[in-house]
């Protein structure tokens, strides 16, 4: 089984609680951004890194606005069930590029990372460039503009624009993601970055702390 959550920003506790026990052998677990384990290369987080490689699921994660790019660089480049990934721990987790479309339980996952420059932060120097947009139409195209479900870091920009309604936002990715939206055949699309488990429509759900299971 697949699940997602979001933001856990290294603390290790959203990973390794008890009440995650009914997450298995050989399941999945897909952090959508700002996860956090990868900072600094201190002596705690190699030693959070090595705990996350004993548990009994494998860790993915794309990025967000608050990460460190610098140090994903340092991993080896890998393919990971068909996307194009960066190896953290061997066989246990993978932080998946940019516009890839991740096969895996027989679903077709979009998974597309980062946010718009105007939130960036000190570590956050790599806003999505027109490299990450085209390489992500490429693999749409490749599936005949159809996946089961959409992770991203950022809400395409409609939604942004819905949930901060005093506010007028936008952006080159949140316009991108307008875009695929409009083409796009997907059952529910998933987003982080707001820090809240919020219903925003039927298929649309924003991510923070709550575990959700793809496919039910």
Excluded at 50 to 59: E, S
Excluded at 64 to 80: H, I, Q, S
Excluded at 81 to 103: D, F, M, N, S, T
Excluded at 128 to 144: H, I, M, S
Aim: proline share 3%.
């Amino acid at each position: 089984m697949v699940f997602i959550t979001a933001d856990t920003h290294g603390e290790l506790e959203r990973l390794t609680d008890r009440k995650l026990k009914h997450i298995k052998k050989y399941d999945t677990v897909i952090v959508l951004g700002d996860f956090g384990f990868v900072w600094d290369g201190s002596a705690r987080q190699d030693k959070n890194l090595k705990k996350i490689a004993k548990l009994p699921f494998r860790v993915l994660f794309i990025d967000g606005y608050n990460e460190n790019f610098a140090a994903l660089e340092k991993y080896p480049d890998t393919v990971y069930h068909g996307a194009r990934a960066k190896e953290i721990c061997p066989g246990q987790v993978y932080y998946i590029k940019r516009g890839e479309v991740l096969e895996i339980e027989d679903m077709k996952l979009l998974c597309f990372g980062g946010a718009d420059d105007y939130i960036l932060d000190v570590f956050s120097d790599y806003p999505p460039t027109q490299a990450d947009f085209d390489n992500c139409t490429a693999n749409l195209e490749k599936v005949g503009w159809k996946v089961d479900y959409v992770l991203t870091h950022s809400p395409s920009g409609i939604i942004s624009r819905f949930l901060n309604l005093e506010s007028f936002v936008t952006g080159n990715l949140f316009d991108y993601l307008d875009e695929i939206n409009h083409k796009l055949e997907y059952k529910k699309w998933f987003f982080g970055m707001y820090h809240k488990d919020k219903y925003v429509s039927p298929k649309v759900q924003a991510v923070y702390t709550e575990m959700y299971q793809l496919g039910e």
